[in-house]
């Protein structure tokens, strides 16, 4: 499987087949689309806790806390991609 990569662009240079698979991925996500999906998400989930709704929110969670088999595949295949960047974060004074 090749990928277009990100926006049309080809994958980076030395890109394997690992590495497609996230670049496809990538190519598919619609950062148009993010910000209402993103509010939508987070009135769903707001309104079911301040409504105490709790058969809403076991629908909820029949519904979306299943991986679909095709996912699921696509994540193991991922597992082995290493991970170029190891993040440190520092912060101005000590936290507790």
Not at 33 to 58: N, S, Y
């Amino acid at each position: 499987m090749r990928s277009a990569g990100r926006r049309g662009c080809p994958p980076p240079a030395g890109a394997n087949r690992q590495n497609d698979l996230i670049w496809t991925v990538i190519a598919l996500i619609d950062d148009k689309l993010m910000p209402a999906q993103i509010e939508a998400l987070a009135k769903e989930l707001l309104e079911i806790e301040g409504t105490g709704d709790r058969p809403r929110a076991e629908a909820w969670f029949t519904k979306y806390d299943v991986i679909p088999a095709d996912l699921q595949q696509s994540l193991d295949k991922a597992k082995s991609v290493p991970v170029d960047v190891d993040p440190i974060f520092s912060f101005g004074r000590e936290v507790k």
